[in-house]
Structures are given as structure tokens and as C-alpha cells.
């Protein structure tokens, strides 16, 4: 797990303060029943798939190889599409906040 | 960039038209003080929906904000700022601190009775627990230069015994909850002499403890009114930093992980929250009706309003970690219940300031110039007290107070969520829970805020 931080797999250097999931360790309680993806390098636990494809981006940015690059680009890009979708359920309710208090507001 | 852009205009105009329609309530809403507090026109279950509803949209407009590097570049921001002459400051700020003490000592023992004309009620109450709190959150605390127990425990000798660590947080926490009861259940704010003798038992517990663990121990583990003012200090944009000061935006240091270090803190700061609602609470006529039949049963009244604490206090806190436990569930998340737990409670400390300042700034800019004229003649009561009135949309602050806290703690929660999860939509969902609690909690005090102020019952 150290090795990973000295240097990627590309062999460049990297700065010990870049991984800054080997800093801010958590506290974790992972139930036995569940699939577990953990991250090779600091180890961190995952219920997801694609959580874990974003972490490496996220947290270890500059220790990925080509294809763990590529399958974070692929995960971001499928959070994004489910973000949008998100988002246009997140206006209607803000809008149905909004005109529901106003015509209580007219009616009282 | 230009979808970013469109949401951004969209989440503007969002915010611009909940705003309008917050102040809409709001301008129908109560007053706090002593110009007491006025009932709603608006049917109370709609203000209280309006501020419910106003809380839960802040948490949709918070979650447009999808942009990991932007929300770590907000939570980042920070200025450095040297302090001209700052040795002398501290020391003159040292001899500010004795000195009131002092004034407390004397003046309350050998003043005017009058509680609005004696000096050391109105710097109790008007000028620390008021005042100093409201600048600790809005500027930055300055109550560990200011502190006189800490400036006098230094120059004692001390035993230097090592605190131990199964303790934690919780004697202050028994220590908050305490002195809130008190407050609340004796005539300290009415007794000059009752108050003076209060301070100096309390003078004596501290001096006695500082020089048993040692000051620095004593005020960052034990002493509840220093860690009160810590807490509060991390929503204020100032902190004290070696050498100068650093200048931050409000709220944002409360994001950051080191912040709570564990479920007595966690307790600490939901005590926190409570103690401030407890406080207005045992004001409003409901409290009134609820104990009068409890106090007629016989249970004499003290045992009632520790009983009313506690039970308060449990549910504030089974509420939180019920949030706690959901957050998991909504996140799917395997990070361990209790580091949520403390990554989550610093938020709260945004809605309890927020709070405090609700209750708190009528009734301190009312008596700020009575604390002044007191300040000139410590002595000698004058013919009036000098009273601030203050105009009748005043209660609209106070409101806004009470939402304002609840959305910074919305935000910091938002950040902290992103700073937790890998996943964008992962660190909304776990906000779903808390978002639910927050709901709950507004509509909570602002109903307390805006219930009739009747004295406190039955003591
Ligand atoms: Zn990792």
C-alpha cells in the first residue's frame, strides 16, 4: 500500500501530500453479508462499484494507470447523467414549494 | 460552462424568490424582548411550515451545487491578518477581563439592588453571556485572552495531574446542562448578591480545578463556558492563529474533520443546541400548561424543570443520532456511525448561534445602554434606567436569524457530505435524514420564538 504513494504506476514522483486519503483515515464498520469493493491503496471500503472508481480519481488522481483513469471518466460521466436527472426532480419540488405557499398565501 | 451557468441563474432566481417569500413571513412574525414578543397574524401552522418549507428548499438549492474543487475552494478561502501591537492588546484585554470580574465581585455584593441598574447583572447577563457570545459567533472569540480565570489560573501554581481520559467531554457537558438549569430555575438574573455569590463559587471550582489539571486542560476539556465560546468562535469568519489573525468566510471552518473528536463532543455540541431552546422554551405558556398539572400532582417544581431538561436533552439526542443511523442507510455508506456522527454535529453549532442570536440580540441591544450608564456609575443607581426601544419590525430579525442558522448549517453539511463521499448523488442522499431533523427543528423554535414571553412559572 506505501509503494503506491512514492510513486505512481506511470513512475512519476508523487508528492507525499497529494494522496490525501493516506492523511484523513475514517473509521469504517463493514457489515459481512455485503459486497465490499475495497481500493488497493489506502484501502478504504466501497458498497459500490463505481463509488470506488470515483475515489481513485478523486483521492489518489495522480496514481492511476490508463484504464483506472478511463473507468473514473466513465463513472463521472454516468454520476452526471443520473445528477441531471436529479436535479430536474429537485426543481420540480423547489417549484412546488414555492407556488404551493404563494396560492396559500393569496388564499389566507 | 454554459449548462453550469444556466443552473447557476436558475438556482439564483430560486433563492431570490424564496427569500421574497421568507420575508414575506417574516414581516408577519413575532418580536422577541422586552418589547414582547407579538403573535403571529399568519395562522402559526403556516409560519411554521414557511420556515420548515424555506429550510428544506435550501437543501434542493444546496444540492445544485455539484462542483467538488468549488465547494473545497469556498471551505479553503482564508486571509491572513497581522495585529498591530498585539502583545499589548492580549494584556489590555487580560486586565479588561479581572477587572470585570472584579466589578462583578464588588458591585454585586455593595451595588444598587435594582437587577437593570447593577453593574454585574448587566455584564452577567447584557455584556458576557449575551454580547460576548453574539460577537464569539459573528466576529471571533476572544474569551481565552479575555477570560479572567484563565488569566488568573496561569499565575497560580499548578499540580499539573493528568486529566483522565475516559472522562472526556462529559463533565462539561453535565456543566452546560447545569448551569442552564440554574440560570433558568434561580433568581440569578433579579440578585445582584445571589449572582456575585454564584460567580465566586464558580471562581473557586475553576481555580481549584485549573490548578489540579492545569489551565490549559481545564479550558479545553472541562470548563463549559470556555469550550461554549470555542465552538461558537469556529462559525465566526476571525480566529486567532500564531502570530495574527485568519480570516475566513462564516461557517466554514465547521467543516473540517478534527473539529469533534468523538461522541462525548457529539453530546457536547447536540447539549449545545438544546440548552438554547430549553432557554426560551420554559418561557412560552405551553411549558406554563404543561407543568401546571405535574406542579398541582405535587412534584415540587425544581425536580419538574430538570426532569423537562433531561428529557429534552434525551431526545435532542436521540433525534441526532436517528439521523445518524438513516444518513448510513440513505448513503449506503460504510463509514462507521459514529465518525458521521462527528462529522455531522459541527453544523448544528451554525443553528445554534443562529438561535442564540434570535433570543439574544433584542434583549442585549434593549440593555446595552443601561450596561453603559452602570459601567460610569457602578455605585449610584440612576432616577430611569436607560432602555433601548426597539421598532416593531425588529421580530423580523430575529427570525431571519433562526433561518440563517439553519441554512449555513445546510451548507456546512452539503461541503461535509463532499468531503466524505466518493459519489455526488451519494453525499446528497446522506443529507436526506439531517435535512428531515432540520426541517423538524426550525418549525420547533420557531415556534418557541414566536409564542408570547410569559415569566417563568412557579419558582
Ligand atoms: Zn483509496
Redesign the interface.
Known amino acids: 500500500m506505501s509503494d503506491a504513494h512514492e510513486s505512481d504506476v506511470r513512475g512519476r514522483d508523487v508528492p507525499a501530500d497529494v494522496d490525501r486519503a493516506a492523511t484523513d483515515a475514517h473509521d469504517y464498520d463493514v457489515p459481512t453479508d455485503e459486497p465490499v469493493y475495497r481500493c488497493d491503496r489506502c484501502g478504504r471500503p466501497f458498497a459500490r462499484e463505481d463509488w470506488l472508481r470515483l475515489h481513485r480519481g478523486i483521492d489518489h488522481p495522480d496514481a492511476l494507470d490508463d484504464e483506472e483513469v478511463e473507468t473514473y471518466r466513465d463513472a463521472f460521466a454516468d454520476e452526471q447523467a443520473e445528477i441531471r436527472r436529479f436535479r430536474l426532480k429537485a426543481l420540480g419540488a423547489l417549484i412546488l414549494i414555492y407556488f404551493g405557499l404563494l396560492m396559500v398565501y393569496a388564499v389566507l | 460552462m454554459a449548462r453550469r451557468r444556466r ?1 447557476a441563474a ?1 438556482a439564483v432566481a ?1 433563492t431570490v ?2 427569500l421574497a ?1 421568507v420575508g ?2 417574516s414581516a408577519h412574525g413575532g418580536s422577541l424582548g422586552e418589547s414582547a414578543r407579538r403573535t403571529v397574524t ?2 402559526t401552522w ?1 409560519f411554521l ?2 420556515g420548515g ?1 424555506a429550510v ?2 435550501s437543501f ?2 444546496a ?2 451545487v ?1 462542483d ?1 474543487s468549488l465547494i473545497e475552494a469556498i471551505h479553503a478561502w482564508h486571509r491572513r491578518a497581522r495585529v498591530p501591537a498585539r502583545r499589548v492588546a492580549v494584556a489590555a484585554a487580560r486586565v479588561v477581563g479581572v477587572a470585570g470580574l472584579a466589578a462583578v465581585l464588588v458591585v454585586g455584593f455593595l451595588g444598587p439592588e435594582e437587577p437593570t441598574a447593577n453593574l454585574a447583572v448587566l455584564l452577567v447577563w447584557v455584556g458576557w453571556w449575551a454580547g460576548l457570545s453574539m460577537s464569539a459567533y459573528l466576529l471571533g472569540n476572544a474569551w481565552p485572552v479575555l477570560n479572567p480565570w484563565r488569566t488568573l489560573a496561569w499565575l497560580l501554581p499548578s499540580l499539573d495531574r493528568s486529566y483522565p481520559d475516559r472522562f472526556g467531554a462529559w463533565p462539561s457537558v453535565a456543566g452546560l446542562l447545569g448551569l442552564v438549569w440554574l440560570e433558568v430555575i434561580s433568581p440569578l438574573a433579579d440578585d445582584p448578591p445571589l449572582l456575585a455569590t454564584t460567580v465566586a463559587a464558580y471562581t473557586a471550582v475553576t481555580l481549584v480545578g485549573a490548578a489540579v489539571f492545569g489551565p490549559a486542560t481545564w479550558f479545553r476539556r472541562v470548563d463549559p463556558p470556555a469550550r461554549v465560546f470555542r465552538y461558537y468562535g469556529r462559525v465566526a469568519p476571525v480566529a486567532a492563529d500564531e502570530g495574527g489573525l485568519r480570516v475566513r468566510l462564516p461557517g466554514t471552518a465547521l467543516s473540517e ?1 478534527k473539529l469533534v473528536d468523538g461522541v462525548d463532543e457529539v453530546a457536547f455540541v447536540v447539549a449545545l443546541l438544546w440548552v438554547t431552546t430549553y432557554d426560551g422554551l420554559v418561557t412560552t405558556p405551553a411549558w406554563r400548561d404543561l407543568l401546571l398539572p405535574v406542579v398541582t400532582a405535587g412534584v415540587p417544581p425544581l425536580a419538574a424543570y430538570l426532569a423537562g431538561m433531561l428529557f429534552g436533552y434525551v431526545f435532542f439526542l436521540a433525534a441526532y443520532w436517528l439521523a445518524v443511523y438513516a444518513s448510513r442507510r440513505t448513503a ?8 458521521l456522527a462527528r462529522r455531522f454535529a459541527p453544523p448544528l453549532l451554525a443553528i445554534a448561534a443562529g438561535y442564540h442570536l434570535a433570543h439574544y440580540l433584542g434583549y442585549f441591544l434593549n440593555l446595552a445602554p443601561a450596561l453603559a450608564e452602570a459601567a460610569l456609575t457602578p455605585f449610584s443607581a440612576p432616577a430611569a434606567v436607560l432602555v433601548l426601544d426597539l421598532p416593531g419590525w425588529f421580530g423580523g430579525v430575529a427570525l431571519a436569524a433562526v433561518l440563517l442558522g439553519h441554512l449555513l448549517a445546510i451548507w456546512v453539511a452539503h461541503a461535509t457530505a463532499y468531503d ?7 453525499a ?1 442522499r446522506s443529507q436526506y435524514p439531517f435535512t428531515a431533523a432540520m426541517v423538524l427543528y426550525t418549525m420547533i423554535s420557531l415556534w418557541v420564538v414566536s409564542q408570547p414571553e410569559v415569566t417563568v412559572p412557579y419558582l
Not at chain 2, 449506503?332 to 465518525?339: G, L
Not at chain 2, 466524505?420 to 451519494?426: H, V
Open positions: 443552473f436558475i430560486v424568490a424564496a417569500l414575506r413571513a399568519v395562522p403556516l411550515t414557511t418549507a428544506g428548499a434542493l438549492l444540492s445544485f455539484t467538488r474533520a449506503r455508506t460504510f463509514v462507521a456511525a459514529e465518525e466524505l463521499f466518493a459519489g455526488r448523488l451519494q446528497i
